[in-house]
């Protein structure tokens, strides 16, 4: 499913027009969005929690020429599933 199919879906559910649902769905990846840049993490009871992991800065290879390099530190989005939503998918 991509993003208009999301919309699509929402609106129909919702009993609201595309548009109404698109302004929804924008404004719940802006708030996660936000919400993680500051380093927060967003929970959904039931659906799931998403959170920033912080990866240390590390050594690799560059696998054509096989030079060691240098990978800097990052902030890496991530979700973990919600019971309720464990349980749906594995019905």
């Not at 769905?25 to 998403?50: I, Y």
């Not at 050594?59 to 599933?81: D, E, M, V």
């Amino acid at each position: 499913m991509n993003k208009s199919e999301l919309v699509a879906a929402i609106a129909a559910k919702a009993g609201v027009t595309k548009d109404a649902a698109k302004k929804m769905v924008d404004a719940f990846q802006g708030a996660v969005v936000e919400e993680l840049a500051a380093g927060k993490k967003v929970a959904l009871v039931g659906f799931g929690t998403f959170e920033v992991s912080k990866r240390p800065a590390r050594s690799g290879r560059n696998p054509l020429t096989g030079k060691k390099i240098k990978i800097a530190a990052s902030n890496q989005p991530k979700f973990k599933a919600g019971k309720a939503l464990k349980a749906a998918v594995n019905k």
